[in-house]
């Protein structure tokens, strides 16, 4: 790697260039397994998982997988949230070579299908709720063969194990389903119960597939990265070098972020494996009693999240008495942080909060402010080890832009995906000279440091200037009155678009539009001030809380009869 103006920046002890181990995904387990058989590695509800367990579990679902036909390179789905059962099915199934392909499960049967024909899935972990409500009557139009069902209470100890499928019953919709017998359908317990720990001995190359991590399709029909083993080895690798603090085999990870996002399966699930962690499984990450207990109950040290949660977290009536002492180091990306977010939770928490971003695409970190060095707030910080990054002119990618000045962010490493499945001319245009075009609008300081201005497809053009939604809303979220805000453009017939922001009170208080265009104008240029406002009562959010602003132009389009 050649010497770059950030590596100034990086904390004492990070190298800028890393010599890798060669070790596929499976051999984290295998290693740590061995090293601390009897260290508590998940904690869900009532339950704790030892590494000793987990790897035997891990080993007996790999025999299962196996004998019910998935052999090297096949595709296997896993459409859970964050419970014991998707991580010792990811772990099985990568242990036996077959290819991951992680499914969101509030995916429609629309959705669903699209994904695992597209990656042509052979085997698909569900649940047994999700094969009640969508997946049996869309069977027949699946590549997939077997399935395996996964039940919440199965991971549980006495008594929630009995008191759980009564209170999953009647939650809307249900959570917990009985399910009859039928060819071709497993129950993931009996599996675990009936299979010995023998799975086949496969060689895993490094350059192997290891998981199609599919994009969440805003712009068009959802394309599956190509994510391989050394994709995913390199980045977990590349967070143990940032992470120089961490104490190998003592830290306990809150793993809100569910684990088929790209940010939660390698942060919470094979980092903390990497280095022997505890992690706490959060099912819901929008269960904020749920999760404060888990941060205080299991001494959480490391805690990775999305700004919406530590502000909804800074919000939460008596926060002040919950004991959070414990969190010593905060990651937050997916989402803008603003710096009225960052100081309040840091202060309630004497924690420290590192702002990063990466994607799917990159498996998924790709920068990061320094730990102990000087971070910038409102920065998404610097290249980690052996990534490079620059800014380049939207118009003409081979010219770059000066310091100071936006253009797209592009980035090339060993973390950047091979391409996506079956996609050669998506590829094309995303990746160009080695170089991954991120698609995101951005600016670099005179010390390397990146700053987000949005996303190239929701810039606003007004007569000809850009706005950009993240700066808006920052803006408005800085009033004292305001939660959230969300910021899009609008057709205009004068402007070609214009600005339209909305936005979430604090609890008990009210604005006017007037007020809010007039506290727009004290602090942005005329031509960023909001020309039309909406009071709403919650904005629409992903499963990790990322505001989806591509709903809110849906929601406008639809009113405007477009």
């Known amino acids: 790697m050649e010497e ?17 181990e060669e070790v596929p995904v499976p051999d984290f387990l295998k290693r740590t397994a061995a090293e601390y058989p009897d260290r508590d590695a998940i904690f869900f509800m009532n339950r704790a998982l030892s590494y000793g367990e987990y790897k035997e579990h891990a080993d007996r679902m790999a025999t299962a997988m196996s004998r019910l036909g998935v052999s090297q390179g096949d595709k296997v789905a896993i459409h859970t949230p964050t419970i014991p059962q998707a991580a010792v099915a990811y772990q099985a199934a990568a242990s036996i070579g077959a290819c991951v392909v992680l499914t969101n ?12 024909n597209d990656a042509g899935v052979k085997l698909a972990v569900t649940m047994d709720f999700l094969w009640d409500q969508k997946v049996r009557d869309m069977r027949d139009k699946l590549t997939a063969e077997q399935f395996i069902l996964c039940s919440i209470p199965e991971y549980l100890k006495f008594p929630l194990n009995l008191l759980a499928p009564l209170k999953l019953k009647k939650a ?100 903390s494996i990497f280095a022997g962690a505890a992690c706490v499984f959060q099912a819901n990450p929008r269960d904020l009693p749920g999760l404060l207990k888990g941060l205080s109950k299991h001494k959480v040290t490391i805690f990775p999240a999305v700004p919406n949660l530590f502000n909804a977290i800074n919000n939460h009536p008596g926060i002040e008495g919950i004991d959070l002492s414990s969190i010593k180091l905060c990651v937050s990306g997916s989402a803008p942080l603003t710096a009225d977010v960052q100081q309040r939770f840091e202060t309630l928490t004497d924690s420290v909060i590192i702002e990063g971003f990466g994607m799917s695409e990159t498996s998924p970190v790709a920068t990061c402010n320094p730990i102990q060095r000087a971070r910038k707030l409102g920065m998404v910080g610097v290249p980690v080890s052996d990534t490079d990054a620059k800014i380049v002119d939207l118009d003409d990618p081979s010219q770059d832009k000066p310091t100071g000045e936006e253009g797209e962010l592009i980035i090339r490493g060993p973390q950047v995906m091979l391409g996506y499945w079956q996609r050669p001319d998506e590829t094309e245009k995303t990746i ?18 990146f700053k987000l201005v949005g996303r190239v497809k929701d ?38 678009e214009t600005v339209k922001s909305f936005l979430v009170m604090q609890p008990g208080e ?9 506290f727009a104008r004290e602090n942005l240029a005329a031509y960023k001030v909001p020309r039309e406002v909406e009071f709403i009562d919650e904005l629409p959010k992903s499963t990790v809380l990322k505001v989806l602003r591509r709903e809110l132009r849906d929601m406008e389009l639809a009113k405007r009869g477009g």
């Not at 009996?190 to 599919?214: N, R």
């Not at 604005?511 to 007039?518: D, Q, S, W, Y």
């Open 4 to 20: 770059r103006i950030w590596h100034e920046s990086y904390d004492e002890g990070v190298r800028a260039t890393v010599p890798y």
């Open 105 to 116: 499960p509030l995916y429609t049967p629309r959705e669903i299908e699209h994904q695992w």
């Open 172 to 271: 809307s919709p249900p959570l917990y389903a009985k399910v009859a017998d039928e060819p071709g359908v497993h129950k993931f317990k009996d599996l675990l119960k009936s299979t010995p720990a023998d799975p086949p001995k496969v060689e895993i190359a490094m350059d192997d597939l290891a998981v199609l991590q599919y994009t969440g399709g805003t712009t068009g029909v959802s394309k599956g990265a190509m994510l391989t083993h050394r994709n995913l080895s390199v980045n977990v690798q590349q967070i143990n070098e940032w992470f120089s603090s961490a104490e190998r085999g003592a830290e306990v990870v809150m793993g809100c972020l569910p684990i088929f996002h790209v940010f939660g399966m390698t942060v919470n699930m094979n980092w």
């Open 432 to 449: 160009k000279d080695g170089w991954l075009h991120t698609g995101d609008l951005a600016i670099m300081d005179e010390d390397g440091f």
């Open 459 to 496: 810039m606003i053009n007004c007569s000809g200037l850009k706005v950009f939604p993240d700066e808006v809303d920052a803006v408005l979220m800085s009033h004292d009155k305001v939660l959230e805000a969300a910021t899009i453009g609008v057709p205009d017939e004068k402007r070609g």
């Open 510 to 518: 009210t604005m006017t539009v007037e007020e809010v265009e007039a």
